[in-house]
């Protein structure tokens, strides 16, 4: 990895209009300019390499409120992300010593639009929302084998990828108790798709697979917090389906492993990224108060049952995620 620098600069302008006492549109843009660019490194004798992207994105945000409780809600936006000097300026084996990363400095930035609707609906006790959502993502950034080897390492690139879909349904919850305790949930799926690749043939199509996430996920969580506020305890449980297509897509996957296309290519995990539970608790207690002087202890158990598991962003050589953990923490506020 080479010593590099990494800029990035914005300005932000966003606005609320109520159109009606029902109706209101929230318009917002922003102008973006991110520059990366290698330095001089020891041991390093590649040239400086530099990279400028720049633009302006925004969104529209429209919320009509059927009742004083359920407001419908619709968003249409461009998005955009640049790549980050990992994708852009590394090579050498990755940490995970199964591939070896070529650098690929003329990666072209993530462009997306994406388009979102739902309902949200509150009283005093229920919230609870729904949305449902088409993201369009242009030059996609993902990780490629490039069927070449370096050294006893199958070599990958960071490349784009013509155009992505996404979609996806998101629904969550939160129900308050008697007696102080409140239960909460949440839900979300979604499948991706290349459409720039939807002529291709089965077997090429399974060497360009993008679902390098999970496909589901569910989770809840129960909490009590005392009538005064004086402390509350908290439990949470979630868990993330499989996924079989983020490295190989065809419905055998034995093909996968008599193919020589597809040779080397198998991660450590397996064809599968596997499903995962996790579960984690939390509790603080108000140690000093002095009207809206409070300062609270806070203790978190994570992962309780010590779970092997990757999240979406860094499975593709299957990083694990950090093991069971405890984190104290001292809140002030005021």
Same mark, same amino acid.
């Given at each position: 990895?080479?010593?590099?620098?990494?800029?990035?600069?914005? +300005?932000?302008?966003?606005?609320?209009?109520?159109?009606?006492?029902? =109706?209101?549109?929230? =318009?917002?843009?922003?102008?973006?300019?991110?520059?990366?660019?290698?330095?001089?490194?020891?041991?390093?004798?590649?040239?400086?390499?530099?990279?400028?992207?720049?633009?302006?994105?925004?969104? +529209?945000?429209?919320?009509?409120?059927?009742?004083?409780?359920?407001? $419908?809600? !619709?968003?249409?936006?461009?998005? @955009?992300?640049?790549? #980050?000097?990992?994708?852009?300026?590394?090579?050498?084996? &990755?940490?995970?010593?199964?591939?070896?990363?070529?650098?690929?400095?003329?990666? %072209?930035?993530?462009?997306?639009?994406?388009?979102? $609707? !739902?309902?949200?609906?509150?009283?005093?006790?229920?919230? =609870?929302?729904?949305?449902?959502?088409? *993201?369009?993502?242009?030059?996609?950034?993902?990780?490629?084998?490039?069927?070449?080897?370096?050294?006893?390492?199958?070599?990958?690139?960071?490349? #784009?990828?013509?155009?992505?879909? @996404?979609?996806?349904? %998101?629904?969550? !919850?939160?129900?308050?108790?008697?007696?102080?305790?409140?239960?909460?949930?949440?839900?979300?799926?979604?499948?991706?798709?290349?459409?720039?690749?939807?002529?291709?043939?089965? $077997?090429?199509? +399974?060497?360009?697979?993008?679902?390098?996430?999970?496909?589901?996920?569910?989770?809840? *969580?129960?909490?009590?917090?005392?009538?005064?506020?004086?402390?509350?305890?908290?439990?949470?449980?979630?868990?993330?389906?499989?996924?079989?297509?983020?490295?190989?897509? $065809?419905?055998?996957? &034995?093909?996968?492993? &008599?193919?020589?296309?597809?040779?080397?290519?198998?991660?450590?995990?397996?064809?599968?990224?596997?499903?995962?539970?996790?579960? #984690?608790?939390?509790?603080?207690?108000?140690?000093?108060?002095?009207?809206?002087?409070?300062?609270?202890? !806070?203790?978190?158990?994570?992962?309780?049952?010590?779970?092997?598991?990757?999240?979406?962003? *860094?499975?593709?050589? @299957?990083?694990?995620?950090?093991?069971?953990?405890? &984190?104290?923490?001292? #809140?002030?506020?005021?």
């Amino acid at each position: 990895m080479p010593n590099a620098s990494y800029r990035s600069i914005g +300005a932000f302008v966003q606005g609320d209009i109520e159109v009606t006492s029902r =109706l209101s549109l929230i =318009l917002g843009a922003r102008y973006q300019d991110i520059h990366a660019e290698t330095k001089e490194t020891p041991g390093l004798t590649d040239p400086i390499i530099s990279e400028t992207n720049r633009t302006l994105v925004g969104a +529209a945000n429209a919320i009509f409120d059927v009742t004083d409780r359920l407001s $419908l809600i !619709g968003t249409v936006g461009r998005a @955009f992300r640049a790549p #980050n000097i990992i994708e852009q300026f590394f090579q050498g084996p &990755t940490p995970e010593g199964s591939g070896y990363q070529s650098r690929n400095p003329n990666l %072209e930035p993530e462009k997306s639009f994406n388009i979102d $609707l !739902g309902m949200r609906y509150r009283d005093s006790r229920v919230y =609870l929302e729904g949305f449902v959502f088409r *993201n369009m993502i242009s030059d996609g950034i993902r990780i490629t084998p490039t069927g070449d080897s370096v050294g006893p390492f199958f070599e990958v690139i960071n490349s #784009n990828v013509d155009k992505l879909r @996404f979609l996806g349904v %998101e629904i969550s !919850g939160d129900v308050e108790l008697p007696a102080g305790f409140s239960v909460g949930s949440h839900f979300t799926y979604f499948d991706t798709k290349d459409v720039s690749a939807e002529q291709l043939s089965e $077997l090429d199509e +399974a060497q360009n697979p993008v679902g390098d996430s999970y496909s589901s996920k569910i989770g809840g *969580n129960v909490r009590y917090t005392h009538p005064s506020g004086l402390f509350f305890v908290e439990y949470e449980l979630r868990r993330n389906g499989n996924r079989k297509d983020a490295f190989c897509s $065809l419905d055998d996957l &034995t093909e996968c492993d &008599t193919d020589p296309q597809f040779a080397g290519l198998k991660p450590a995990v397996g064809w599968v990224l596997p499903a995962f539970t996790v579960h #984690n608790a939390r509790a603080g207690v108000n140690v000093f108060r002095s009207g809206p002087h409070v300062q609270r202890l !806070g203790i978190a158990v994570t992962n309780i049952t010590d779970e092997l598991y990757a999240e979406f962003s *860094n499975a593709s050589f @299957f990083r694990p995620e950090a093991r069971r953990g405890v &984190t104290l923490s001292w #809140n002030v506020s005021f």
